[in-house]
């Protein structure tokens, strides 16, 4: 029933693309709202007393059930110099509690203990460039680590969710959450309540020194040696000069490096508090036995004080900032502009200007850059960059063809933009990107997976989950003239910063 709706709603929408644009504009939001209002009568909200809350969508259409688990923190609440706790705490979410994934807890806690103490005696021993005792305190490092290996029964938590029939298990960490999620067949609510229930209320950080190398080498992989990855990193401590977006989330290398298990803790502590959660159930389920389970699992959690706030504002650009980045790369040309987050009432107009400029081989960018000048040989645009629970950043970014400079591309770029400021957008050209963008958000409910996922996230980032179905109408609100209100006050060189990846040979 669930996808049946979803496909009547993208029908619907694409339907309208052979109206007159006048006909579409009448004609889209009163065929919508009956099934919309249709889709979310079928959802429903519980809140426990301690204030984690869940959001229940039942399809029965298939056995499975998708969970999707939302903490409303973040890199940017990270502390200075201690970049990278969010996602380092997400690789540890999986290595078990006090039951799972130990041979003997309260042995292996003793271990953990110890070789947290000689962790820090051996940093203060590098400080202090003492050979003798830094020698001497890594072989005892090397010997502990060993010993807590023996009790560790590795990925235990992930092999009780394969074997009961648990598929997608995984994470992800953004600036703005972190979310956790898998799907598991319908007869296992009780299981996911259990374990999703126990690895956040007795979380076990071990194997911590082994998963710091792991993500020193992913930040290798994806930062240090990429070049783009670079340059993104770059740039964003460039366009942001107060807010903590200008950090990355996989943290700088040495705050990694100097990261310990308590201050892993101490984060987990503030911020994985019940009010920091959301938690979607979308799928072969009745809401009364999730409201039934949550409260014997999820209410064993304490209430928390609410944890600090993100209260950096980034303040008002003032003149064009520009970076470079050298690295044995073909040159790309990126350039930002700052925007307002993802409650502001113009939100959704950057959305139509991003897909105006730069979604497929219809937009702007690639008809311009790429197939008329042949100054790009890719040219792409991201809305909300690098999250938009905040006020964020519109990027765009090309790679050069091998006749062109960065200045042909930047040059234009900027014939786009200043067009969009100038040259009202054609009706039907509106109209098209609209359609579009409203498909492509419901292409992405259209999996138990993806709904989960957005209904979570925009009850956390917006107060209502509601706010993902109100964006269809707002959509179809946007007009010609926002388009050119909002590029006036955005694209304006005091508001822009530009980052030039350059070959080393340059």
Known sequence: ?????????????????????????SANPSQLEPYLEQFKQRITEYELDNGMKFIILPDHEAPVISFVTYVDVGAVNEEQGKTGAAHFLEHLAFKGTKQIGTTNYKQEKEVLEELDQVFQK?????ENNNENKIANLEKQFKALKAEAA????SNEFG???????????????SADYTSYFYNFPANKLELWMSLESERFLEPVFREFYEERDVILEERRLRTDNSPVGKMIEELMGTAFTTHPYQHPVIGYEQDIKNLTRQDIRDFFNTYYVPQN??????????????????????????????????TAVEPP?????????????????????????????DHVVYEVIAHLLSQGRLSRLYQS????????LKAQGISNFPGNKFPNLMLFFALTTPNHSLEDVSQALHKELENLKTEPVATEEL?????????NLLRGLDSNRGMARRLAEYDAKTGSWETLFNQLEEINAVTVDDIQRVSQKTFTPENRTIGRLLSEDN
């Open 122 to 126: 051996l940093q203060q021993a590098k």
């Open 150 to 153: 023996d009790y560790v029964k």
């Open 317 to 345: 650009q003032t003149e064009t900032r520009e970076v470079e980045v050298n690295f044995p790369t073909e040159p790309w040309y990126f350039e930002s502009y700052h925007r307002p987050d993802l409650n502001d009432e």
């Open 369 to 376: 850059l790429v197939e008329e000048k042949q100054v790009a």
């Open 431 to 439: 109209e098209r990107v609209k359609t579009q963008i409203q498909s």
């Open 277 to 310: 959660y959301t938690f979607a159930v979308v799928g072969d389920v009745e809401p009364k036995d999730v409201k039934a389970l949550a409260e014997a699992y999820f209410g064993r959690f304490p209430e928390q004080p609410d944890p600090p706030k993100v």
């Open 159 to 173: 092999e009780i969710v394969q074997t009961e029939g648990g598929v997608g298990l995984n994470a992800a960490t």
């Open 1 to 25: 029933m669930l996808r049946q709706l979803i496909i009547l709603l993208s029908v619907l929408l694409v339907s309208g693309l052979g109206m007159t644009a006048s006909a579409k504009a």
